[in-house]
């Protein structure tokens, strides 16, 4: 496996971890003030994502795309920036303006690269 297959398959394993450990603690610990729709778009954006990013590894693993490189860390910092700021958001109850739609877009642009690649 090449070094960018592997960087992506860390940073989606890490992904994966950070989305149980938030999913559990928004079970457990986090009081949602009335959000837990928004806590679970979140999660499940999340943990989608990271497995998603899996099958980005797999196909980088055999293809050495630097558009596929790209859509991966589209895909990576989008998903931190749209599932960040909606756990900020319900964790503090502050929102950050223009952030969230930000976050979604990398996401699309990043999967539209993949499909193009």
């Known amino acids: ?4 297959a592997r960087t992506v398959a860390f940073v989606a394993a890490l992904l994966s971890l950070s989305a149980v450990i938030l999913a559990a603690m928004g079970s457990h610990l986090i009081d949602m ?3 837990e729709e928004l ?3 979140a999660s499940v954006i999340h943990l989608f994502s990271a497995a998603a990013l899996v099958g980005l590894a797999a ?3 055999g293809l050495d795309s630097r ?4 859509a991966a860390w589209l895909v990576i910092f989008g998903t931190v920036v ?3 700021s909606i756990y900020f958001h319900v964790i503090s109850g502050s929102k950050i303006p223009v952030v969230t739609p930000v976050g979604g877009f990398m996401m699309m642009v990043g999967w539209l690269m993949a499909a193009l690649s």
């Open 67 to 70: 558009l596929l490189k790209w």
């Open 59 to 61: 196909l980088l693993a």
């Open 39 to 41: 806590w679970q778009t």
């Open 33 to 35: 003030k009335g959000m």
């Open 1 to 4: 496996m090449n070094g960018s």
């Open 82 to 84: 749209f599932c960040g």
